[in-house]
């Protein structure tokens, strides 16, 4: 097979061969449906050969494990997607799901090939079908290699993670130039829709590669975390690194002073799980909240944890998505669920309410809910409120709930509910000592975890540096959890 290679060196980019080749095993690859052709006669198509329709369909391997593979090639005839383009697809992913491997999709694609039609709109059709049926049984994952316009745009969305190169990739719904027509608006393909637009505004992008190189090194470091289908189980790699005596001593002197200042819980999640295995997704998406996979005892485990680096951690509607998005992948795919809570509550204001704070943070008492996986919960500082409550508590079917000492866990902070109890006396100054007293004594009496430890909401208070070996113990105690039957029902209804 002969293919236009160049074509896409002087753009910058690799070839969809060279980027099989790129992700996949040496020599592991091994091509399928090289022989079909489109079947349009209108519009000058019949006299065009467009060798494999546009896109390579195929399987191989990847860390010695397989998985289906398909490459659009922007090189014939833009990489528009015709019937037979759309078909081969739509097979492929058929094909991975009852053979129970991972789908990667390298999308480089003008869109719906026009002179095909209402064929073409068939063809991406198909491909949506089989996206959704594949959820939830084998991971999909997309790599956005170029421009992905109209409906070449949600077969990525449907899948589960999206990966997005600097300066190459380009998602949205209409370009340029139909902005500039109906809006009368200039604006860039990168401004619109770049990578760097969908790794820290929209949220589309998981996440954001420097190079091509760097987006398939990557892909590679993923599927070493995940299950490569629904019932995978996940391996333990019993090589893993972790300095107890070191990392003890760190997670004392993370949390500073100051309970209002922040701290990246990244420091945290480094103290908790084995050494440089955190892989984070949405890193820049949503930042006062933090998901990703990491080891423990070289077992995958999914982190979900408050950021008060960010945002004071707060729970706002691109938190909520990111939080419930992440929860229900690993639950789909058995992967346990560890949650580190600093969350003083969800974002108040006009501007969330009228975007749907109520909405969107329902997803999360939702997708926790719903979760039978292995569920830990850690709070490391606040849980106020019905954002406690969201983040994977006691109430929401956590398995277990450990807090630190120093832990507060109430409806609100102690200011604010003196606020409301004894507003009257605030605005007396002869009664400030009174006022602090009362202060302290709801500090003291109302906030601390040893009340909730008292009801049975959580399970142990426990000292910071025993948080990685309960951790280990409760992930290993629950390896075999098995929930009982859920009620009768076809199935419930997320609030999207």
Not at 17 to 32: P, V, Y
């Amino acid at each position: 097979m002969e293919y236009n290679i160049e074509k896409q060196h002087e753009k910058g980019k690799l070839h969809a061969i060279e980027r099989i080749k790129a992700l996949c095993d040496e020599d592991s690859f091994m091509e399928i449906y090289s022989g079909v052709r489109h079947n349009c006669t209108s519009f000058g198509m019949e006299k065009k050969d467009l060798p494999y329709d546009g896109v390579i369909t195929g399987f191989g391997k990847i860390n010695g494990r397989k998985v289906a593979v398909y490459a659009q090639d922007f090189t014939v005839q833009g990489g528009s997607l015709g019937l037979m383009h759309g078909e081969k697809i739509a097979e492929l992913i058929d094909k991975a799901v009852e053979s129970r491997c991972p789908v990667i999709g390298i999308n480089d694609s003008g869109g719906a090939r026009i002179q095909e039609g209402v064929d073409a709109l068939c063809g991406y059709g198909d491909l949506f079908y089989q996206n959704v049926r594949a959820s939830g049984s084998v991971p999909q994952i997309s790599i956005i290699a170029g421009p992905c316009a109209g409906g070449a745009v949600y077969s990525p969305g449907i899948t589960d993670f999206i990966f997005a190169v600097d300066k190459i990739s380009q998602l949205f719904i209409t370009g340029p130039k139909v902005v500039k027509s109906v809006m009368f608006m200039d604006i860039s393909e990168e401004d619109l829709g770049g990578a760097s637009i969908h790794s820290h505004k929209s949220g589309v992008a998981h996440f954001r590669c420097e190079s091509e190189n760097d987006c398939y090194r990557k892909v590679r470091a993923l599927l070493d975390y995940i299950p490569h289908y629904y019932g995978d189980e996940l391996t333990q790699n019993v090589k893993y690194k972790f300095d107890t005596k070191k990392k003890a001593k760190q997670i004392t002197e993370i949390l500073p002073e100051n309970s209002r200042a922040g701290y990246d819980i990244r420091d945290v999640i480094s103290c908790v799980t084995d050494d440089d295995t955190f892989f984070e997704t949405s890193a820049e998406f949503a930042v006062n909240c933090v998901t990703g996979f990491a080891k423990v005892e070289g077992r995958s485990v999914g982190i979900i944890a408050n950021n008060p680096a960010g945002l004071g951690g707060v729970l706002d509607c691109d938190a909520s998505d990111k939080i419930a998005r992440f929860v229900r992948y690993c639950d789909a795919f058995n992967i346990p669920l560890l949650t580190l809570v600093d969350v003083p509550g969800f974002i108040p204001g006009p501007q969330e309410e009228q975007k749907g704070i109520i909405r969107h943070g329902a997803k999360v008492i939702y997708a926790y809910s719903e979760a039978s996986v292995p569920k830990i919960t850690v709070i490391i500082r606040k849980a106020y409120g019905g954002a406690y409550i969201a983040m994977c508590s006691k109430h929401l079917g956590a398995d277990f709930v450990y807090a630190w000492p120093a832990s507060e866990i109430a409806v609100m902070g102690a200011e604010g509910a003196i606020g409301i109890l004894y507003g009257k006396e605030l605005k007396d100054p002869a009664k400030a000592a009174e006022v602090a007293a009362k202060s302290e004594e709801y500090k003291n009496e109302i906030m601390t975890p040893k009340i909730a430890a008292k009801r049975g909401y959580v399970s142990e208070v426990i000292d910071p540096s025993q948080t990685r070996e309960r951790i280990a113990r409760s992930l290993e105690f629950l390896a075999e959890k098995h929930t009982m039957d859920a009620p009768l029902k076809k199935h419930g209804n997320i609030p999207l």
